[in-house]
């Protein structure tokens, strides 16, 4: 690969993680992140239980689980991804309590997180208080009584659509895609809200993904009629209890974070005061990478986000890109392989991994479209396996991203430990990277092809449309 733009070294600081141990020249471990997520999508808490040592085997330290409430029961109390049933239906909260009949119950969650602490892998929840279920007329009962009723539960715009995102006070206050809008700052519904959030701590939760956070009000937004304070988030994260409950377990414990989708008035920087955040820009700027088969245009350095980098999440696709619009579904697996390679060799940024249906292709999205199936092999595939190693053995490292004159191959080196490199060309390619990597022959983890270091150039040749990791 010659004449070689560099692009970046960095060496930022770290939020809340250690990055290993010292190298043997002394030197001290440089700041980064080193969790992986697989999200589980969909998988029952019994399906992950079932494969925590894949799992663990593949590199992946937490797991996402879908969301764990009540919910909405499908047509003919069908168990499909889209048909009788669907996914989102466990996004249609009927009340706060663990349990819902396509994931699995207390109990089992219970099981799940248990078995999982034995392989060190931490189980977070998506939760979602923003809204309920469509259909108001299965909120539970219990619900109700503890909130105060049903006009007490909503804010007072929470049946009225949103019809301006960017407009703070509908965006967190109004209708989203007919789910109704919850009074979140109502604390009968905060204090009943946190008696769930404490029970999947008890349960052996060790974090959460807030679904919708950007549609719950922060103390620089404007008020609902019906609230004296926008102090939800201050209440979800424990800086304050409400009617005499609190967060159980101390934030800087648990791993957190908000999908915060950007846009042109979401309030990144104050969110990122609570909570990790999506990198959902870099995602989308990832993608038009991968399609085109080029960087042409698109700079990889730049995180689209005004939030620091080691404060991000970050995906290739999510659930979302996938399912509502189908924008990444027509990407092929060992593409998107190839965009995690980058993600997970990065030195900031924790990556999610989503995990497809089982049985999809670029024709049928939904594959054998069965809720609470594990997902397809992608997220144990080889190429992704030897990335999420790559990270861990990098850890403690700086990190040098390259990308090569004709913006096809990317490369990114840990601290002169290892590299990993993408094609993203449908050609062969030669290599030609500069690198600090010491004089000799490596082997490549994916493929077992042999490359050369010699007075600072990497050589070896690379397949189309691949990935290489040497250290």
Known sequence: MKNLKLILIAALGLLGVSCGNKSAENVPAADCNNDIILHAWSWSFNTIKENLKEIADAGYTIVQTSPANTCI????????????????????????????????????????????????????????????????????????????????LYHANGLTPITDYNDRMQCTTGEMGGLPDVNTENPDFQHYYMLYVNDLLACGARGFRYDTAKHIGLPSDPLDPKAKENDFWDIATGRKEVKGVKLALPMDSLF???EVLQDKNTKETEYAEYMGLVASNFGGKLRKVLNSRSTAGEDLLDWSHPVEAKKLITWVESHDTYCNAHESASIDDNVIALGWVFLTARQFGTPLFYSRPDGRTPENYWGNNLIGARGNDSFKSPVVV???????????????????????????????????IINLAENEAEAGIATTLPDGTYTDKVSGSEFSVNKGTLAGKLAPLSAVIIY
């Open 73 to 152: 029961e499908g047509e003919n109390a069908g168990m499909q991804l889209f048909g009788e049933g669907k996914w989102y239906y466990h996004y249609q909260p009927t009340d706060w309590k663990i349990g819902n009949y396509q994931l699995g119950t207390r109990d089992e969650f219970i099981a799940l997180c248990a078995e999982a602490k034995k392989y060190g892998i931490k189980i977070i929840v998506d939760v979602l208080p923003n809204h309920t279920a469509i259909d108001r007329s299965k909120v539970k009962a219990d619900l109700l009584n503890a909130v105060g009723g049903m006009d007490n």
């Open 256 to 258: 957190v974070y908000g």
């Open 386 to 420: 030897e990335a999420n190693k790559f990270r861990h053995a990098m850890a403690g490292t700086t990190e040098n991203v390259q990308v090569s004159a004709d913006s096809t191959i990317v490369s990114v080196e840990r601290g002169g430990k290892g590299i990993a």
